[in-house]
């Protein structure tokens, strides 16, 4: 097998594209120059759409995760409330960011593999007036769930005075995402998912309202100070280093997001969902989330008792050089998840079902060769 | 002129050598991988010389901010005392850092272009014995100032039972630094100076004294947390997604570092150093730094009243592609810097002076055209 060949389906990093790569390549510039900061700013504006605002989005080095918490210690004091939607792993993370700070966090937790409902959360937030933030996941990684953010914005501009804020990290680029029309008040996401570059950038969009909160606090850190990036951008610039030869790269991500169309590109993911989906079905495998809260970015299947998910990932990896994700928290070891994300195409969804196929084979669990790339195929031919 | 011939001299970036820009162009892996284990563990120890210690090194997908930032949130607490050494525009930095989280700061500030001498410490830390940490900056970049970091050790070691901590962002890796060794606590540093990586990673070690006070205390922040950061590396990872490409190049500039060593990168950078100083003595041009505390990565010229320092670097840009470095703070428009550090060598020096020379002509200043030159010539001689 060619190592170079390995092919990454995880849900992020997503492969890079050869002329993002190549974009990555060019020569060193100061990011105090003014190509720098002509560049910057004009790729700050690409980003706009994908966020569905008309606001500025901030680039910051470093990864998701720090985005997350930028949108914590910008917008809430200690003591001040917070309502966390925890529908797993990612979930989870905005509530101990939160703690950390010594805000007080009142989880709705639904079970790993279900969305949180706007029903749920209209009755959750009902007796909790004091609440200054609601933190939801767009797509929980952990689980392939797309939570429904448009309908949860809904609930939170109509029962509260409450920031809703997103963390989108494992699917904006991919999903609709409308945050000036829904109401969203912070958008978050990251740059190895279906902005298809290496990991290393976040970024973060804030609404007016949530400037108007913004402005009126004390931020709690220095580096995720969005003041200090806001005041930078209207300079064209960053407060801190920013990631130079990944911005390279970002040029050429809106090149190609631009050249295919946000619509395009949520069909293409909603197309690698669907056939992911009636493959696993047609093996009879599983599926975590159900059909009206599946995500488009990742799938995840768990297999009971039927084989093992660690062996079967093992034999795809060490056999057939495709590399799937396995399970987080209580499910590791448990289930497995095909990331079918940024730079993947359908055809690249039909490989890995034939190689899981075949993995299930030598695995020595019972499996009709063919039978999930013939479903599959049959949603493509239905598209096409 | 070839726009891909623009010749970076500033004091970070510097410019990516080939074989390290080839390293960043394998293929994405998933960072959660025994393959990206095993490369990250590998080279977390293999950096380790380079700060002088035997203790982890930690890496940080962020600027050196995130990192300086990291350095404090862990040692302090609001309400506890610190002193920072202020010898330019980032020992200010440290400053504010520490001011953000309530900590009470006392400047022991100097002019900038001077260092900050032992005995100076030693009276400053005499009547403050609450004292709590030490911060200082080995290469102050905004002025082309190196500080005695070995002495300042020493004293803060001598007079107190504070932590000495040390932002070597513009120096480590083309500087003497043996932690261990002086008695410092922390040293952080970045990717984008000596490191030859593009901007985006960030570096940091601590003693086995700092960890104890880092133990005793709760970080003040998620991301920054560096009880995180170890114990994720006891598994060969990191607690929030990595720079898995960066990573890629940063396992090339090990080899480069240990390929040409230590010593000799170090003797590299002083004879850059002398070289820039020698010529620009040669022209007439005033040098910031005493002979004693010249960095040997970054060099800052004060022209005065000769020529316009800004119209220096715009024509040294423009006609001759080569990009120096302005001024910081209050002497923002009044000083060029010219950096000399990471994937730079005693030939390009020669060079930026030569077109420094021709510059000084094309905008009035008086110059002998090749004096500058020849006095580095006369230098680089001496040492071959």
């Known amino acids: ?39 910057f700013a004009r790729t700050e504006q690409r980003l706009r759409p994908y966020f569905g605002t008309s606001g500025e989005v901030f680039i910051l080095a470093g990864s998701g995760t720090s985005a997350l918490e930028m949108s914590v210690v910008n917008t809430l004091q200690p003591g001040e409330e917070a309502v966390v939607l925890v529908s797993g792993a990612f979930g989870e993370r905005f509530a101990k960011i939160c703690e950390r700070y010594g805000i007080i966090v009142h989880r709705l937790e639904v079970e790993w593999g279900e969305a949180v409902t706007p029903e749920a959360l209209s009755s959750f937030l009902a007796d909790k007036p004091q609440v200054q933030a609601v933190f939801a996941t767009y797509c929980e990684t952990s689980t392939g769930v797309q939570n429904p953010i448009r309908e949860l914005a809904h609930i939170v501009r109509e029962k509260s005075n409450a920031l809703f804020i997103v963390d989108a990290v494992s699917c904006l680029g991919a999903v609709a995402c409308e945050m000036d029309a829904w109401g969203v008040d ?28 913004i402005d009126s606090k004390k931020p709690l850190a220095f580096y995720l100070d969005l003041k200090a990036y806001r005041k930078s951008l209207a300079d064209k610039t960053t407060p801190y280093t920013p990631a130079v030869s990944l911005i390279f790269g970002l040029v050429e991500v809106c090149n190609m997001l631009d050249e295919e169309g946000l619509p395009a590109i949520i069909k293409r993911h909603e197309l690698m969902r669907d056939m992911t989906r009636a493959a696993m079905r047609a093996l009879g495998i599983p599926l975590m989330a159900s059909e009206e809260y599946a995500a488009t970015t990742v799938t995840s299947c768990h297999p009971h008792d039927a084989f093992d998910a660690e062996q079967l990932r093992k034999v795809l990896r060490t056999k057939h050089n495709i590399v799937i994700a396995g399970g ?57």
């Open 328 to 384: 987080q928290g209580h499910l590791k070891g448990k289930i497995f998840r095909i990331g079918h994300m940024g730079f993947c195409e359908p055809l690249d969804v039909l490989q890995v079902i034939a190689a899981i196929e075949m993995s299930l084979q030598q695995i020595g669990a019972p499996v009709e060769l063919g039978a999930g790339v013939k479903a599959a195929q049959e949603v493509l031919l239905a598209h096409v």
């Open 186 to 213: 912070i958008v978050v996401t990251g740059s190895q998912k279906a902005f298809m570059l290496p990991t290393g950038l976040a970024f973060l969009a804030a609404s007016k309202r949530a400037w108007d909160v």
């Open 1 to 39: 097998m060619f190592t170079d060949k390995m092919i990454l389906r995880i849900p992020g990093p997503t492969p890079i594209p050869p002329r993002v790569q190549q974009a990555m390549n060019q020569p060193m510039i100061g990011h105090r120059s003014g190509q720098f900061s002509e560049l």
